[in-house]
């Protein structure tokens, strides 16, 4: 009795099992370098770098990456190790990111808090070794005097589209990034010894690269004719908006008020972070501020409430009693990091750092149901309704002078094209 294909294609390997296709749309992809308008060299006293892209391929929206070298610049007498606070995503001061002169990406402060935040939460394992390596994370910028290190840093960490956008026949895409000029928020350094002392670092061929589609010229006709249409084109993504509110020194109650004027707010999170960064003789932090995130004595908020406007619903783990226990903080974190299928293997800083009660950043969700696409467009909160604003209420066992929270609201942002017009929804 003859077997057909059917039959036993249960009993192949799955790469058995694989149909041909092809793709005759696509004539190639390229990655591509696209240098500043100030040229490749920056330093802590050349800050401002600004690009733009205009190519006549598709720019991959979440590919963009930013490059470079960097020195540091030393007394002869400094031996020890210089390192970055969190890795080189330090060096970003600011970064705004605009379509057709709408900002889609808009981070004006603790970008550096941000990113080691983002690394510590959406990354596996063997993603976070590699954005390590590629953030010089632990690298020792004073291992040979004069040595530059190499560093690459990807973008979507902040949030970008992950669509094909056109930069030539439609609009332009600017990165403006502001690099950081003060040591101390850049560096740590133990060496507390007078003469011994950073003075500031150098960058070098320090460019944009993005990787680029080049469709056949019919079909990317098409392509430009869907975004030219009067129904457009809605290119969506997951936003981020950081303040900060100092925690009030002899009192154990906090009570925070932040503002989140957004149509769709889907999570929000809670970080201890310093006031200030007290520096030392080196010029440089004594200790890394950014890779760890504790209250004082390591206290986990207790009672820990969130809520939009005065009426809303609590939306931190434990509901209306409020969250207090550690694992309870751990697992609403998690869960809204893992919030989709495709985000399944993700926090794995974020748990190697909890057990050690390093990194105890707390959170809530506006989220219906169980998934955080940036594709479904109302799966949050409107939050224009209560004049957007965000109550945090806990207690701390313990005293938190010199501490503040810093809150990190979630949002979709969509940016509509649409008979070359283009416009920017939050």
């Known amino acids: 009795m003859s077997e057909t294909n059917e039959e036993y294609s249960d009993y192949r390997p799955e790469h058995g099992n694989h149909q041909n296709s092809r793709n005759d749309s696509i004539l190639y992809k390229s990655n591509i370098q696209y240098d500043s308008l100030a040229g490749n060299a920056f330093s802590n006293s050349k800050t401002p770098m600004t690009t733009i892209i205009t190519d006549p391929a598709l720019l991959v929206g979440n590919s963009l990456k930013l490059s470079g070298y960097i020195k540091l610049l030393k007394t002869a007498a400094l031996v020890g190790a210089v390192k970055f606070n969190g890795s080189a995503y330090s060096l970003i001061k600011q970064i705004q990111i605009y379509y057709g002169g709408t900002p889609f990406v808009n981070l004006t402060q603790y970008v550096k808090y941000l990113a080691q935040f983002r690394r510590n939460i959406t990354k596996s394992h063997t993603e976070y070794e590699q954005s390590s390596l590629t953030g010089l994370e632990g690298q020792d910028l004073n291992a040979t005097p004069g040595a530059r290190y190499n560093f690459e840093l990807d973008l979507d960490i902040f949030g970008l589209v992950k669509k094909f956008m056109p930069t030539s026949d439609l609009a332009k895409m600017e990165i403006k990034i502001v690099f950081e000029s003060e040591l101390g928020e850049l560096f740590n350094c133990a060496v507390n010894t007078a003469g011994q002392t950073v003075t500031g670092y150098e960058l070098s ?189 806990f207690n701390t066992a313990s005293n938190q002078a010199g501490k503040s929270a810093l809150v990190v609201f979630e949002y979709t942002s969509i940016i509509k094209v649409s008979q070359g017009q283009i416009m920017l929804i939050e």
């Open 205 to 393: 061929d320090c460019y944009i690269n993005a990787d680029t589609i080049t469709y056949k010229g019919s079909i990317h006709q098409k392509i430009m004719n869907e975004f030219r249409s009067a129904k457009g084109v809605e290119m969506a993504s997951h936003s981020f908006q950081c303040s900060s509110q100092d925690l009030v020194a002899n009192t154990l109650s906090h009570n925070l008020r932040a503002s989140a004027n957004f149509m769709n707010l889907t999570n929000g999170y809670v970080i201890p972070i310093p006031q200030t960064v007290v520096t030392n003789a080196s010029g440089c932090s004594p200790v890394d501020i950014v890779a760890t995130a504790t209250y004082a004595n390591k206290d986990y908020p207790s009672n820990e409430i969130i809520k939009l406007g005065n009426n809303g619903r609590p939306v931190q783990p434990g509901s209306f009693v409020g969250a207090s226990k550690k694992l309870t903080h751990y697992n609403g974190v998690l869960s809204n990091a893992s919030a989709t299928s495709k985000h399944s293997n993700v926090a794995a800083q974020l748990t190697k750092l909890y057990k050690t009660d390093d990194y105890q950043c707390t959170s809530g969700s506006w989220v219906k149901g169980l998934l955080n696409d940036e594709r479904i467009l109302n799966n949050g909160e409107n939050t224009y309704p209560a004049n957007g604003l965000v109550l945090v209420s």
